[in-house]
Every structure is written in C-alpha cells, then in structure tokens.
C-alpha cells in the first residue's frame, strides 16, 4: 500500500519501520497538514501529531477522501464531527487511543473486572493512574480516558475527573518520568486490600504495530471503526 505518515515524530518513525518491515511504500512523511496534491495516489494516511493540530490533519484528508488512521490523542471534542466528515466523504476512518494489541485486551479486561466491582461501590473506591514520558503533551493520556468510559459503561459512576474528589467521580491521576512509554494501572481499594490491573508498554513496538495493522484493515473500507472491529473484539 501507498501509505503517508502525518506526524514523523517518535511514533511517525516507529511506524515507518514497521511499514518497511511489511513491504508498504512510505510515499509521503511530513510533520505539517498536507495538501490535496500530496494526498493522490495515497491509500491510507496515519496520522499521529500533535493535539492542536489533529483535527486540521484529519479534515483535509477525509475531505480528499484518504482512509485514515488517527493515534493522536487529546482532540476528541471534535470527534463527532471527523466522523461524520469520514460518512460524508465516502471514506474510512479508525481512532484509537491505543493500538496495541495488550491494551485493547486490557480494556475488556478492565470493563469485566469494573462490571464485577459494581456491586461493592461501598466497599472498594476504584481509583486509575497513568505514567508516561515527560514529553507528552496531554493529561490524562488518551487510554486512561478509554479505561475510564469502560468504568463508567458498567457502574454507577458517571464521570472522572483529575480534581473532582466527588463520589461519582472517578479519580485520574497523571504522573510524568523519563523514558517511560506507557504505563495504566486500575486499583479498587478497600480498608483491607487492594486488587489491581495494570498494563505496561515496553516501547512504542506495540502502538506502532497495531497502527499498520488497522491501516491494512482499513484499505478499501467505508464508515467509522474502532480497534475493537479489526480485532474482532466485539
Ligand atoms: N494511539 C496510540 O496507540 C498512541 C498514540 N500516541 C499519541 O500520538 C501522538 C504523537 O505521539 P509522538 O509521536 O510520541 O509525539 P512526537 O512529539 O514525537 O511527534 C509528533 C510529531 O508531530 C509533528 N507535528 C507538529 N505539527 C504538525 C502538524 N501540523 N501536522 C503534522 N505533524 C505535526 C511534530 O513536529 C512531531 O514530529 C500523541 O498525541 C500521543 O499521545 C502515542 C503513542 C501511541
Ligand atoms: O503519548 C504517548 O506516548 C502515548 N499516548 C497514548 C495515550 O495518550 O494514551 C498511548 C500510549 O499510552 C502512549
């Protein structure tokens, strides 16, 4: 496939790699918002940038009707309207928060462990922590968001918050080191124990893998998809 990286920073090259590796042509690598006439001939653009720019990215290339794969997180306000860009234009488009194929294992995991948790509200006080790289621009990052909705789906809490210590809230911790790729822990609490998942990335591999993945799924598809549907989740 003719693929174009949007975004060549540290995922852009670890994607590139993979991309070589499987025998793609990386026809386009550029870390600015493409041009119409850069975007013929292109099958699927993968798009990890940065936050301020992502919706400007993925509005161009569905408007010029590029299946798209989006990595970017920290944008998804404006999520509905680049799905419905996707509809409009007759073309494909796939966000996720996390390609990796552990991380989409966690997030079942996580939603059958919050559905069991349910019933003992008054006994466990459920509480998640994310660690990344100081680099990163966005808190909390966008998987701990996906564990958070997957929380919310199947109890009676009904938000999450980083400040917001109310009863309804689920409460989202940020932390910042050096180095580390990505790292998301859940902990139900009790006066006398705790259970705990965690899922911890050893490097970008995973993300980076999971990307080309769902941009060969994705190839002469239509409609809005999740990694759930590529890895037949559901
Ligand atoms: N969904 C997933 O599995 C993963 C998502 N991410 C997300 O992907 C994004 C990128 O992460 P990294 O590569 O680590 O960041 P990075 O900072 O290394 O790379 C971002 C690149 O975007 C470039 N850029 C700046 N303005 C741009 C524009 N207008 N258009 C296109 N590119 C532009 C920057 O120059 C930089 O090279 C972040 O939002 C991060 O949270 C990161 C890892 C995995
Ligand atoms: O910025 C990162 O590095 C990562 N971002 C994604 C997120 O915000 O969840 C995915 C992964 O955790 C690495």
Redesign the pocket.
Same mark, same amino acid.
């Given at each position: 496939m003719r693929i174009a990286l949007?975004?060549?920073? /540290?995922?852009?090259k670890a994607i590139e790699e993979i991309l070589i590796q499987r025998g793609h042509d990386v026809a386009l690598k550029?870390? /600015?918002?493409p041009n119409p006439e850069e975007l013929k001939n292109i099958d699927v653009a993968i798009e990890?940038?940065?936050?301020e720019?992502?919706y400007?990215?993925l509005k161009v290339l569905l408007e010029n009707k590029v299946a798209t794969i989006c990595?970017?997180?920290?944008w998804l306000d404006q999520q509905e309207e680049i799905n419905q860009l996707a509809i409009d234009n007759n073309t494909a488009f796939l966000y996720?928060?996390?390609?990796?194929l552990g991380v989409n294992l966690f997030f079942e995991l996580n939603k059958v462990l919050a559905n069991m948790m349910n019933k003992y509200r008054n006994e466990y006080q459920v509480n998640l922590e994310e660690i990344h790289h100081t680099?990163?621009?966005?808190a909390p990052?966008?998987t701990a968001i996906t564990i958070a909705e997957g929380i919310i789906e199947k109890t009676s809490y009904n938000t999450w918050s980083m400040e917001d210590k109310s009863e309804d809230s689920i409460p989202v911790e940020a932390k910042r080191i050096e180095n580390v790729p990505?790292t998301h822990i859940v902990q139900y609490n009790s006066a006398v124990d705790t259970i705990e998942i965690s899922h911890t990335a050893h490097s /970008?591999q995973g993300?980076a893998l999971?990307?080309v993945i769902a941009a060969e799924w994705i190839w002469n598809k239509q409609g809005v998809f999740s990694m759930k549907d590529v890895l037949e989740l559901n």
């Open positions: 949007i975004g060549y920073g /540290r995922m852009g550029i870390s /600015r918002t990890f940038s940065i936050p720019f992502a400007n990215n990595g970017t997180t920290g996720a928060s996390n390609f990796s680099q990163k621009l966005d990052s966008g990505g /970008r993300f999971g990307a």
